[in-house]
T-cell receptor, first 112, second 113 residues
C-alpha cells in the first residue's frame, strides 16, 4: 500500500538554526499538509498546500515557516530560525481530496 | 480553545467486547468528522469518517455515530481485539477548509486478552 514517507525520523538542531523537514507524499495525491504534535499535546494543523500554493495556514505557521514542493515528488517544511518551542513531532500528510489525510510517521525535531 | 474534546484519556476493554470512544465538539460549522488510530512511533492512521449529512457510517468492525443536536460523535469497535490497542483521535473540519483538521487530545484504548 502506498505511504507517505518522511525524512529524517529524528532531527536535532541548535536554537537559531534552519531546518528542513522532508516528505514524499503519495504519488497521485493533490493535497498536502503539515501538522505538529508537541509532546503531551494534541496534533495541530500548520498548513495545507494545493495546486502549488498554500491554501490555508494556522496561526502557528508564522514567517519563520515556509513550505515548498521543489519537484514532482517532495514536499518540504522549512523553519528558518528554530526556537526551543519548535521541538515537536512534525507530521506530513497527503490526500486525494480535502480533509482525509494519510499521515507519514513523522519527524521528531529537537531544538537545543 | 478546545473545539474538539475527548474527555476520556484512557479506556480499557476486554477482548471480544465493544469499545466505545466518545468525542464532543463545539463548532457548529464542522461538517466532516474523522477517526484516526495512532500507534507509538507512527503517524495517525485514518480509520473512518462521517459527513454531517449522515448519522451513521459503518466499515467492518468500526461504526461511527454522529448526533448533531448534541454535537457528539462516537466510535464503536465490535468485537474489540488486542491489536486495536492504540491512541484514537477524533478530528473535525469545516466545509471548504482545505483540510484543516482540528484534533482532539486522544483516548488511549487498551484491549485486554
Amino acid at each position: 500500500e502506498p505511504e507517505v514517507t518522511q525524512t529524517p525520523s529524528h532531527q536535532v538542531t541548535q536554537m537559531g538554526q534552519e531546518v528542513i523537514l522532508r516528505c514524499v507524499p503519495i504519488s497521485n495525491h493533490l493535497y498536502f499538509y503539515w501538522y505538529r504534535q508537541i509532546l503531551g499535546q494534541k496534533v495541530e494543523f500548520l498548513v495545507s498546500f494545493y495546486n502549488n500554493e498554500i491554501s490555508e495556514k494556522s496561526e502557528i505557521f508564522d514567517d519563520q515557516f515556509s513550505v515548498e514542493r521543489p519537484d514532482g515528488s517532495n514536499f518540504t517544511l522549512k523553519i528558518r530560525s528554530t526556537k526551543l518551542e519548535d521541538s515537536a513531532m512534525y507530521f506530513c500528510a497527503s490526500s486525494e481530496r480535502q480533509g482525509m489525510g494519510h499521515f507519514g510517521n513523522g519527524t521528531r525535531l529537537t531544538v537545543t | 480553545d478546545q473545539q474538539v474534546k475527548q474527555n476520556s484519556p484512557s479506556l480499557s476493554v476486554q477482548e471480544g467486547r465493544i469499545s466505545i470512544l466518545n468525542c464532543d465538539y463545539t463548532n457548529s460549522m464542522f461538517d466532516y468528522f474523522l477517526w484516526y488510530k495512532k500507534y507509538p512511533a507512527e503517524g495517525p492512521t485514518f480509520l473512518i469518517s462521517i459527513s454531517s449529512i449522515k448519522d451513521k457510517n459503518e466499515d467492518g468492525r468500526f461504526t461511527v455515530f454522529l448526533n448533531k443536536s448534541a454535537k457528539h460523535l462516537s466510535l464503536h469497535i465490535v468485537p474489540s481485539q488486542p491489536g486495536d490497542s492504540a491512541v484514537y483521535f477524533c478530528a473535525a473540519s469545516v466545509r471548504g477548509s482545505q483540510g484543516n483538521l482540528i484534533f482532539g487530545k486522544g483516548t488511549k484504548l487498551s484491549v485486554k486478552p
